[in-house]
């Protein structure tokens, strides 16, 4: 028998930490002051997996529960996946698509056990429950929702008013979803503020099967490096596979505005710490690279433990932040002599471009011996030893 | 192997005699000139069944496909019928439910072949094949439909603006509908202007399972006795099942306006004598009396044999259109002497309301010996013998 910690104070930390709203918070407060172990949810697609930070915050949050003893059930939405597929042939199924969701969800699994704790956890299929439904169990789902509700939500609402076509197999997707729970009688379902909708569904059908109620916790929305919501369409992510100095790396390239987010979501630094951090900044005046880089640490960490985080972050301090030019990062060039930046930006081959060099000159991307160089036809006598920096962190040495 | 009439002028009549719209009429044309036998569909469903005239404009048209030798396929909506509960509980399934379908079924057959030849009718019930139907294959069915092309059916739209709300369940029906199509392999479906939706569905759904569409023939609306559509909840229907007397005596006290229209959809009285009669109201002043009677005649005819006809047309000829009392229709009461018409209908019991009495009154529904009184306070001297008539067809004769 698990031993479940029911610290009112972590339990206060969890229902409030980086979550945008608990479906109720009262009602989750009381499942988890009871000392039972609570059975949560978390269901996903696993086509083209790719986990990154954005999905490492509901992801953390699950970690915390397993962290008091609760146990998690990771659905794989096999059915959902099967189904996806918008042909115009009914009854078409191609066995690849079978084999194509094995080895997602090998590389899913693979991903996600970076944060979440394995042994606590237990991954299921809904196929092994949603195939067994027949049309009349489908309709007497169908019956709990109205079109309007379906409607009602956002991401149907843009669509119809913007006239692009919803697949009424679409409405009939929250119905899986909260199927998924009726199936397994889950306490919690786990989702970012997207999936609002399809938590509450499960929360909607239980009773209707003789279940008490799931309760629904809903996460922030992790921000990119842009300021945008990290997504793959965006390119501005960062995947939970990265290696210690692209994590490293990348948290430091992420605008400033957004590190308190990432504080608050995306580690679990006392809340009272990163206040702190704040206050220092805003009224003290503190440069924000400090903080940004024990941010950078405290996640690289997580990851990878702190030996790696300490070299990442002097390998950054090193390449990045000093400039220093380690033999590792610098490819040698015997071009030498005086030449046009161009001419010898050419010849080096740091790019086929020549518009892209000269863009990157103009820029102020291109140093010599650490002196900015911004006019592309401007002669220089390149001589042995020196180092020129072209873009972000490519570094050539004239042998 | 049955002989199929192919006659080009039987054929064009069936495609356009009461007929709103065929999918197409081109289509369907050449299926009737093929030579082969056509699969006929009507689909039902059967709760509380009581055919009327609305109903038998479509299965006149049934009728007349099978009088060219061709076969009908009555599908009891079974399955649709035993989901058709919106009860706030799954899976809660009522043994009674399923006994009533069996009755209802009964009483409906025996309404239908009133219209329909039995010989050329099979009967099929829906729940043979959507019963086996699973989630997965409802998500294909209902891939082939947008959220838009639901909403724009006219019913759900009125409602949809009305905010009245539309069960997700109800969007699925057309599938359903649709898919005994594609289970039966029908050639033409039929239904109402009300049913075009669900027609065009199974014409949709065909092709995606390799099967040539069915052709939708759809029907006008058949106009009840007050000019409004003829249904169930407005009261203005004729049943099938009603005795020859009461369906002269109704269709006689239709508006003038159907009278032709009810010509069109519910007998084969040849279009050319119809427009002719027609004619003979509107240029030639004719009583409309005169053809109203044919009508009421050729309905009874159907149902009931040329021999009930004559004898309800004369039944109707005196007792409504002579006035004529016979004893059959007649109560004797024994109240006699001066007193105001009001006492006397009291005291002979015509209505325990002294408020309808003075209605019926004032409005002219009283009549003694043949000569109307619309002043309740008028005394009269009630002598044996008299003949009072109260509202439509109650007379009283006093002994």
């Known amino acids: 028998m698990t031993k479940i910690d029911i610290d009112p104070q972590k339990i206060e930390e969890i229902l409030n930490r980086g979550v945008h709203e608990v479906y109720t918070k009262e009602e989750l407060r009381e499942k988890l002051l009871s000392g ?26 699950l970690r915390d529960f ?139 059908l239980m009773p209707v099967f003789g279940l008490e109620p799931q309760s629904a916790m809903v996460m922030k929305l992790l921000t990119g490096s842009d300021g945008r919501p990290m997504g793959k369409s965006l390119k501005n992510y960062i995947p939970v596979s990265d290696n210690p100095n692209d994590i490293f790396g ?11 987010d990432y504080f608050e979501l995306v580690t679990r630094i006392p809340m009272t710490e990163v206040l702190e951090m704040k206050q220092a900044i805003e009224e003290d005046g503190e440069n924000p690279m400090k903080f940004k880089k024990i941010l950078a640490k ?36 015997s071009t030498h002599g005086k030449m ?15 518009s892209h060099i000269k863009e990157v000159v103009k ?4 140093e010599v011996d650490r002196k900015k160089v911004t006019d592309f036809t401007q002669v220089i006598d390149f001589k042995e030893g020196s180092v020129i920096k072209f873009g972000k962190r490519a570094y050539y040495r004239i042998k």
Request: hydrophobic share 35%; net charge negative; glycine share 6%.
């Open 363 to 366: 820029q102020g991307g291109v």
């Open 36 to 61: 039972k172990q609570l059975h949560l949810k978390l269901g996903t697609d696993v086509t083209g997996p790719l986990l990154h930070l954005g999905h490492s915050v509901v992801h953390r949050k």
């Open 66 to 204: 397993q962290e008091l003893g609760h146990k998690v059930t990771l659905i794989i939405g096999d059915f959902t996946t099967l189904v996806g597929d918008h042909s115009d042939k009914v009854d078409v199924r191609t066995e690849s698509s079978t084999e194509q969701i094995k080895k997602d969800e090998q590389e899913y699994k693979q991903q996600f056990f970076k944060t979440v704790l394995e042994e606590q956890t237990e991954i299921r299929h809904n196929s092994e429950w949603l195939k067994d439904l027949d049309f009349n169990d489908v309709i007497n789902l169908a019956k709990q929702f109205t079109i309007s509700q379906l409607l009602e939500r956002e991401a149907f609402m843009i669509r119809y008013k913007a006239q692009k076509p919803i697949g009424l197999d679409e409405f009939l997707y929250p119905l899986m979803q909260g199927y998924d729970s009726v199936a397994l009688k889950c306490d919690v379902e786990f989702g970012g503020t997207d999936q609002t909708f399809n938590l509450l569904a499960g929360r909607k």
């Open 340 to 354: 046009p930046v161009l001419e010898f930006l050419k010849q080096a081959g740091v790019s086929k471009s020549n």
């Open 250 to 260: 990348k948290i430091m390239s992420t605008v400033d505005e957004v590190m308190f």
């Open 298 to 333: 405290d996640i690289v960490t997580f990851y990878h433990g702190p030996k790696k985080a300490v070299e990442a972050e002097k390998e950054f301090e090193k390449t990045v932040q000093n400039k220093e030019v380690t033999k590792a990062n610098t490819i040698e060039v």
